[in-house]
């Protein structure tokens, strides 16, 4: 059962004025002292992630990576106002993507971390963002995917048996996947960038 907000009085925390809920706080401050164990906590001023981007990071001219503070999605991309800010940084600096399929890549390979230089961001292909990610090593593919059922090393191994002569059923019950996946491994019609 949810606790009754008393619609009496106030939060008792200056310049608040929302409605009490309990502690003699609003449902935000009771909120942020429940996770933080502080009702001032983990609270961001309206206004100063965008005062942030325009004072900060649109005039920052250093060459080291500058992390947004603020909002981050879930893979940890910084965001303002439900957008990507690398991706508003590189339109304020490059102007607009020259087509939709164009992407806000990193030069540092630090995206992930919400970096937000300007100097680091150009507008790329998928095609040549994702060259980038392997550089950096900060891809998702082979065994770093979260869907990976093998490690690269037993790809290598079902490339050898089969090219050896075992049959599909036997790989794929030894490792524990399909018969069709040993098949397109052996094809290299996927695991394809990795040699054997």
Same mark, same amino acid.
């Not at 995206?111 to 090593?137: E, F, R």
């Given at each position: 059962?949810?606790?009754?907000?008393?619609?009496?009085?106030?939060?008792?925390?200056?310049?608040?004025?929302?409605? #009490?809920?309990? $502690?003699?706080?609003?449902?935000? #401050? =009771?909120?942020?002292?429940?996770?933080?164990?502080?009702?001032?906590?983990?609270?961001?001023?309206?206004?100063?992630?965008?005062?942030?981007?325009?004072?900060?990071?649109?005039? =920052?001219?250093?060459?080291?990576?500058?992390?947004?503070?603020?909002?981050?999605?879930?893979?940890?991309?910084?965001?303002?106002?439900?957008?990507?800010?690398?991706?508003?940084?590189?339109?304020?600096?490059?102007?607009?993507?020259?087509?939709?399929? #164009?992407?806000?890549?990193?030069?540092?390979?630090?995206?992930?971390?919400?970096?937000?230089?300007?100097? $680091?961001?150009?507008?790329?292909?998928?095609?040549?963002?994702?060259?980038?990610?392997?550089?950096?090593?900060? $891809?998702?593919?082979?065994?770093?995917?979260?869907?990976?059922?093998?490690?690269?090393?037993?790809?290598?191994?079902?490339?050898?048996?089969?090219?050896?002569?075992?049959?599909?059923?036997?790989?794929?019950?030894?490792?524990?996947?399909?018969?069709?996946?040993?098949?397109?491994? #052996?094809?290299?019609?996927?695991?394809?960038?990795?040699?054997?």
């Amino acid at each position: 059962m949810g606790k009754r907000v008393n619609r009496d009085r106030l939060c008792s925390l200056p310049n608040c004025g929302k409605l #009490h809920l309990a $502690h003699g706080w609003c449902r935000d #401050h =009771y909120e942020r002292w429940r996770r933080h164990g502080d009702p001032l906590a983990g609270g961001t001023n309206r206004g100063e992630p965008e005062r942030y981007f325009r004072e900060v990071v649109l005039t =920052y001219e250093g060459n080291d990576c500058l992390f947004w503070p603020f909002a981050r999605s879930d893979n940890g991309y910084g965001r303002l106002n439900g957008r990507f800010t690398h991706r508003m940084v590189c339109e304020e600096t490059h102007g607009p993507p020259p087509t939709p399929e #164009h992407q806000a890549a990193h030069s540092c390979g630090k995206g992930n971390l919400a970096c937000v230089t300007k100097g $680091h961001l150009s507008w790329k292909t998928p095609m040549q963002n994702a060259a980038d990610k392997i550089a950096h090593g900060t $891809h998702n593919r082979g065994e770093r995917h979260n869907l990976a059922k093998l490690t690269e090393s037993e790809v290598l191994a079902i490339r050898k048996r089969r090219h050896d002569g075992e049959p599909l059923d036997k790989l794929a019950n030894d490792y524990n996947v399909s018969a069709s996946l040993v098949g397109l491994i #052996h094809l290299r019609k996927v695991w394809k960038w990795l040699d054997a």
